[in-house]
């Protein structure tokens, strides 16, 4: 039984070297490893930050565009009720000049179903405004919450990049390769 460098033969002594040797760069392999595993999960986690940042800016764009959606809505609403007031305040003159008279009989039906019209037509544009403009916001609200989610992945990455320690890897299989060289010296 060999306690000692000196009474080990010489293919033993060449596999205590190769032992040595090969814990060594072992060690230099799983330290290179663990540090590339960082820097993949440090990228990963810019990654999910960008993509963040690029959804809340895509979250305030949408937001202005709903904005504006509103302010064009309420532009087209006005020229529609000054355009139908036009039209009505027309008719009346023209059928004051040819002496007709005024809110009697089929003047009246032809003005009442006149507003009608034009009440429905105002309801469905602002109809349509509400749907589009909180469509927008509901985008809006959507990617605010993929924001959110990609800033908790973020932070995950950030977090189990932390835990990896080159160190500690290369100390595993130190001890790996100790134990193996030991084994000479048993």
Not at 55 to 81: G, P
């Amino acid at each position: 039984m060999a306690t000692g460098w000196g009474d080990l033969s010489g293919g033993a002594r060449f596999g205590v070297v190769s032992s040595v040797f090969g814990t060594i760069g072992g060690m230099m392999a799983a330290g290179h490893s663990a540090v590339m595993e960082k820097y993949r999960f440090k990228s990963q986690a810019l990654n999910y930050e960008h993509q963040k940042e690029m959804n809340l800016f895509n979250m305030e764009t949408t937001e202005s565009q709903a904005q504006h959606l509103n302010r064009v809505f309420n532009k087209r609403y006005q020229i529609l009720t000054l355009k139908q007031g036009a039209q009505k305040g027309a008719a009346r003159a023209s059928m004051g000049a040819r002496g007709i008279q005024m809110g009697v009989g089929s003047t009246k039906d032809a003005f009442v179903s006149s507003d009608v019209l034009a009440d429905i037509d105002n309801l469905t544009m602002n109809s349509n405004k509400v749907n589009a403009v909180q469509n927008k916001r509901l985008q809006a609200v959507g990617l605010g919450i993929k924001a959110h989610m990609q800033g908790v992945s973020a932070s995950n990455m950030f977090a189990t990049a932390s835990t990896i320690s080159p160190t500690m890897n290369m100390t595993s299989t130190l001890m790996t390769g100790a134990s193996d060289i030991a084994k000479y010296f048993a």
